[in-house]
């Protein structure tokens, strides 16, 4: 741990500082003590995940990682919502490049959360569908709010969750679970997903979220770190690895797939009735 | 589902109609408002897979396919039994063609049951060992009426359930709880088969089971089929093609096996035991 | 069985007779009716697993595996302990040559045991940490006292456990339980191992311990034991090969490891501590 808290020592003089103040998209605190890093989502209302959000996040990893943070919690400062997931308005009559950059984005973030050595943890204190469920599962464990709602449920959108997202719910609920819930795109409530195993731990409310994601984050804290994130690698390298061998394949899929005349009838419509509300 | 309303919409008068009537191995009848097909295998006494039985299963399902049903329950005319498995008689002293015909017909009609693109739940009404099991697990759904056996018994009769009867039961109940079942070739009852999750749902008697299972096909009949089939086939390729690039491995296994002079004694001596009953 | 039971009658008058009395770390007893093995570690106080321990195994299991012994009981004569795993003496100040062989030894061992045709049993008696833990999940069924401790806690100590070590792991308890397993080292009680299903039952005491592997063991007896053994090497075959394609490999990897001039300090300060005790 003396490494990790090393690193950290920059000369502020409070135990918590801000960090990475260039946007407000991702509010982000240091315990200069402990090394943890609260990393809240803050693009409101939902946190839907643009390409300056994800852009945001993913400066912030790389930022983490060459300073060692010694763990991270990750939360969101929406009241309601954790994330809402991808935001779609980076689908509705992109340009081929701006859909190319935004999904680039996408994968970068997640192979960066994915494969942090550091222990992560996301604090669940809101809804959590599609694109912000897939946050939640690239954490270590997850504790969520009772009486929200997480899961995959692409396909009752009508589309498909990509593979990697798939095989993060596979890796964390088995394969039949997963199976049943990825053909109905189940959102689960915070009970039923304790129940299956897709969050860990059950919060009363959000002092008690935060109060058990620094519990967690102690155990980890105790642990030699290099052995640590060695088995932690070893376990999400083929999902880590199935993605970046196939990259290029899944941005072409994503693609072709916004570009088709009827999905952007969808996404104009849904869209719409959005601005009504 | 408007597609496949379109599709059904034959010019019948009643909104259930008979279908294939070209054989009475096997009732097919659809309901024609919602497209949903009850496929009931009878054979009687006990629906034991033969030749005839397979052929008539796999030109029923090679028909939905092309008129697109909306979704398959699969049950049984049978008061106690959903299927007894393979027939054995198709293995007591056949010819090499017709061993290779039977089985060839057994591979065709699980890969069409198994990769079906419209949902399909086993309405288990009765007992459902090895191939019986194997039809029951090919489905997405199972739901069983109680006190009766479900397993893939093959061990305990000295024989050993192909991998794809395996890697389907793998998918189901995960790698610890298959290897034990497997080894011992374990027959769980209802309740028992419900508790590891070989099946769904346990319904109360023959009535609830036929609610249950349009019940859950109701729920099916409400996403959009192209992103649920999707989702099906993406968990099911592996297993079907690990079948499909060894179909000819599988059968000359199949033949070897039955070839044996230990394996016909064995038969003789079981079908002059059945015969005497 | 009438075959096993012919392999074991050599001409002994008593039903239960001494088998490998050439060395007394492994006790190995043959019930001469059943063909029944039990094979007691016996290396006070805590059965570490050195090169003799391992090589006395390793030549027992070979033994077991000509006479075609119908079963097997793995089990400790330690009153506290199992196992408490790799004897860290082999790991201090060793010879590249010595340490090659300790570990080829266990790789050895563990293949013979992992692929044993005839049922195994581990019947654990106390604590069973690291390769304690391993051994017992090598076994097909694993049954324990209440209040002692099991697991791949190499983390805790800051290593990593071996892939073949997390690939048995993973097979019992699945990816998920495991990943959380072996990030933490946990060491599971009793109680908490029944729970995740890291061990199958829960005895009452060492007696009820005894009689628990016994009535496995019988239920494994009456099964056609060529149809067993196959699917049960069907079922382990991807982890042995996994490890039998890597030895090599996995040996470099741990040579490289005990070599670390850090590695042998915490090494000589953990044995001093030892020591003092």
Known sequence: MFVLRQCLTLGTKSSVRNFAAATNLVNVKINEDTGVVIM?????????????????????LVKLENERCSGMI????SPN???????????????????????????????????????TVAAINGHSPAGGCLL???????IMVPKKKIGLNETQLGIVAPQ??????????????????????????????AKIGLIDELATDKEDLMKKAHDFMDEQLGLPPLARST????????TLNRLINSREVDTKYFIDFIFQPKVQESLEMYLQALKKK
């Open 74 to 77: 990750l939360t969101s400062s």
């Open 164 to 193: 990697w997202f798939q095989d993060c719910m596979k890796n964390i609920i088995g394969s039949r679970q997963a199976e049943k819930a990825l053909i109905a795109g189940t959102l689960f409530s915070s009970e039923e997903a």
């Open 231 to 238: 088995v932690k690698i070893g376990f999400r390298k083929d």
């Open 81 to 119: 919502t954790f994330s809402a997931g991808l935001d779609l308005l980076e689908m509705y009559k992109p340009t081929v490049d701006k859909a190319r950059k935004f999904w680039g984005m996408l994968q970068n973030t997640w192979i960066k959360l994915y494969s942090a050595p550091y222990p």
């Open 136 to 142: 939640a599962m690239s954490c270590e464990y997850r």
């Open 40 to 60: 809240e989502l803050n693009k409101p209302p939902v946190n839907s995940l643009n390409y300056e959000l994800l852009e945001a996040m993913h400066r912030t």
